[in-house]
């Protein structure tokens, strides 16, 4: 016999967007049911940014040690073990998955474990293990994510061909790898398997690395990881993957010569496919455009009661937009208005260095006519910098001619932290003046940030 269950809010997806929508209209007052077929956290947590980050952790340490000699320490070698580091990253993945199974019942939140079906606007079908219930809700949030793509090449599903997901569960660090894609999740897995000594190839059709990253940053980036010893190949085409009894080979169009690659492992970083496939959505009738669900400012489709939010409606795929999407498609679902501000929305890479952004680069100002003035600091005058042995890179400053700041970009250690501050200038549209007579502790990272803004704005004082 079927269960039927009356709610509010049904939220399909219990990623980033998802969980997070389904605490959110809980607080509101709102009866929520969260339906999820795999783990609770998604992409984000169980194959995505957390798990990376915890071994790129350990890649981060080996970097250090081999640095140590700089610092008085003697080196009397590194043996990594790849599986202890493995055990630590599915600890973390662990406490937090547990931390989530207890924080959606403890906000009131009633989770379904099982595989939704949209039946229609009002209903979602469930069929978990011990049974198939009807869920019949006043209004519906999607958010089923993403996965990695695979692209259309010969032989790509052979054995020793990774995506991110099972680049994740490798027991030991393969002596070479190519990694074909230059973007985002590339480079992350560049860095963590070079530093602990996989010989790393990168194959990208494009003429550079991070696409739509600020020039500057990405060329200066890639200057950096060939120093660190990792090779690119940059507008090269991949024909075929052949297995050997060596391992793998990648044949590929190099400046019209094809030319082949030898390797042990083979990692497909070349983007996310968008989970919006699936027979119910076309059923339901809703606008799916190159793949993305189509929603208006308040995060609903076409499909009055219907909202949408994360990586299924595209864009950029960032958790913590994600987050900030489920939260405003709970809001506006029961009647609070909401928006996303996409103009303040921080990217970030964990490569060594690390690159995030905000905003608009110099050269998007420019394509939309607007005219900036920009402020750099180079890492290498920052006293913190020198002090942790992390002079490379710097600090980029966008601003229109009245000061106000529309961007910026770091390239350096702990970049990732420092965005917040030009994410929240951004926000509160506060001009670079403000930042540069804030006072900034010393020394800090962050005094790269007041030194960008006090260039722009014609008084830096230890620019070089």
């Known amino acids: 016999m079927v269960k039927k269950i009356d709610t509010t809010l049904a939220v399909l997806g219990g990623g980033p967007a998802g969980y997070v929508a389904a ?17 609770l956290g998604g992409v984000c947590m169980n194959r995505g940014c957390i798990p990376t980050k915890a071994l790129l952790r350990t890649s981060e340490i080996v970097s250090i040690l081999k640095k140590s000699k700089e610092f008085g320490i003697e080196d009397k070698g590194i043996n990594i073990k790849w599986d202890v580091s493995n055990e630590r990253k599915n600890r973390v993945v662990k406490s937090l998955g547990l931390g989530l199974d207890q924080l959606l019942p403890k906000s009131g939140v009633t989770v379904l474990k ?18 198939e219930i009807e869920v019949h809700c006043a209004k519906m949030i999607i958010t089923t994510g993403a996965r990695p793509l695979v692209p259309d090449i010969e032989n790509i599903h052979s054995e020793g061909v990774l995506t991110s997901n099972e680049a994740l569960h490798l027991e030991k660090v393969p002596e070479s790898m190519v990694i074909i894609g230059a973007g985002v999740i590339g480079l992350e897995f560049a860095t963590m398997f070079s530093a602990v000594g996989s010989k790393v190839t990168i194959l990208e059709m494009m ?31 991949v024909q075929r993957i052949e297995q050997t009894e060596d391992g793998l080979e990648v044949h590929y169009i190099d400046k019209d010569k094809n ?8 990692l497909v970083a070349v983007g996310r496919k968008l989970n919006s496939d699936s027979e119910d959505f076309k059923k339901l009738g809703l606008n799916i455009n190159n ?3 189509v929603v208006n400012e308040n995060m609903e489709t076409n499909i009055e009661g219907v909202y949408a939010a994360g990586d299924v409606i595209g864009g950029n795929l960032l958790a913590h937009l994600a987050f900030m999407e489920g939260k405003t498609a709970a809001e506006n679902a029961l009647g609070i208005a909401g928006r996303v501000n996409y103009n303040a929305v921080p990217a970030c890479i964990y490569t060594n260095p690390e690159v995030a952004s905000v905003g608009m680069t110099e050269e998007e100002a420019s394509s939309a006519g607007i005219k900036v003035k920009v402020g750099r600091f180079q890492f290498r005058n920052n006293g913190r910098a020198l002090c942790l042995g992390e002079r490379d890179g710097f600090v980029k400053i966008v601003v229109e001619m009245d000061n106000t700041i529309i961007g910026g970009q770091i390239l350096g250690a702990n970049a990732s932290e420092m965005i917040s501050e030009i994410t929240l ?11 540069a007579d804030m006072i900034h502790p010393h020394p800090s990272l962050n005094e790269a940030v007041w030194e960008a803004c006090a260039d722009a704005v014609g008084r830096a004082i230890h620019k070089i």
């Open 23 to 39: 605490i959110r209209a809980a607080q509101l007052g709102a009866d929520v049911v969260l339906i999820e077929n795999k783990e």
């Open 114 to 131: 099982g595989r939704g079906t949209i039946q229609n606007p009002k209903m979602i079908s469930v069929w978990t293990q011990e049974e």
């Open 207 to 237: 003429d550079r690395i991070l696409p739509i990253e600020d020039t500057e940053i990405a060329t200066e980036l890639l200057k950096i990881m060939k120093r660190q010893g990792i090779s690119f190949k940059l507008a090269a085409t």
């Open 259 to 266: 030319l082949t690659l030898s390797c042990e492992k083979i």
């Open 291 to 293: 793949g993305a669900l």
């Open 425 to 435: 200038a951004i926000t509160l549209k506060a001009k670079a003046d403000t930042i």
